[in-house]
């Protein structure tokens, strides 16, 4: 996929962090190790992101939470996939590739950004790829964006408005949707969190 291109249902949400203590496990110290393995120092790094130095320390420790966007440049700069970040490294070994444990999902993204994604499928293969997505009040996908796939979703909870070409649909929970090819964008109008099971075929993580 191109790299301008938006990966999940995502686009090109805002950058933002959280501090919280609570970082999905492991992605911290899945970025110190691809800086050290690259013989980068935090303040190169953090340069080429156009982010402060105490920010990139605090994701390395797990004290802040990346956005979906901030993770792209990173796995951009390091010439990784994004979906690089999505391993389940903790799954039993006779479990991986078919069973993803609720515990050990990881998640990308913040609710300052407005998206955080869990990968449900067990690994980035395959000939798709399933999310979890949760849109944060207020939430949108400004500008439309348009790739090579075909998608599906669910909504789980809240309400959900989807534009397709110049068609709007307002989704509210048990509504479901597809389409391919063409431009889309999306908005979460509610006071709550919406949540859409989201599958993109061919994945593009």
């Known amino acids: 996929m191109d790299g301008s291109a938006p990966f999940g249902p995502s686009g090109a949400a805002p950058a933002g962090t959280t501090p919280s203590g609570t970082a999905p496990a492991g992605i911290g110290a ?13 303040a190169a790094t953090a340069g080429a992101l156009d ?6 320390s605090q994701v390395e420790r797990g004290l802040s939470e990346p956005s979906i966007d901030d993770l792209r440049r990173i796995a951009r700069r390091f010439a ?25 999902r990881r998640s990308l993204g913040n609710a300052v ?36 796939t075909e998608e599906a979703g669910y909504v789980v909870s809240g309400t959900l ?25 999306w908005a979460n109008p509610g006071a709550a969190e919406t949540v859409v099971i989201w599958t993109i075929a061919p994945p593009v993580y």
Request: aromatic content about 12%; cysteine-free; overall charge negative.
């Open 161 to 185: 408005d989807l534009w397709v070409g110049e068609r709007h649909f307002r989704l509210a929970a048990g509504d479901s949707f597809r389409f391919a090819g063409e431009p889309y964008r």
């Open 80 to 104: 990784v996939p994004l979906g690089f970040f999505f391993r389940n490294d903790d799954a039993p070994e006779d479990e991986r590739g078919h069973v993803v444990r609720a515990a050990h």
């Open 30 to 42: 899945d970025i110190r190790a691809l800086r050290r393995s690259r013989g980068a120092t935090l």
């Open 51 to 56: 982010r402060s130095v105490g920010w990139l």
């Open 113 to 148: 950004a407005g998206l955080t994604e869990e990968l449900l499928s067990p690994d980035i293969g395959g000939a798709f790829e399933s999310f979890r997505s949760t849109f944060a009040p207020g939430a949108a996908l400004a500008e439309p964006q348009t790739r090579e």
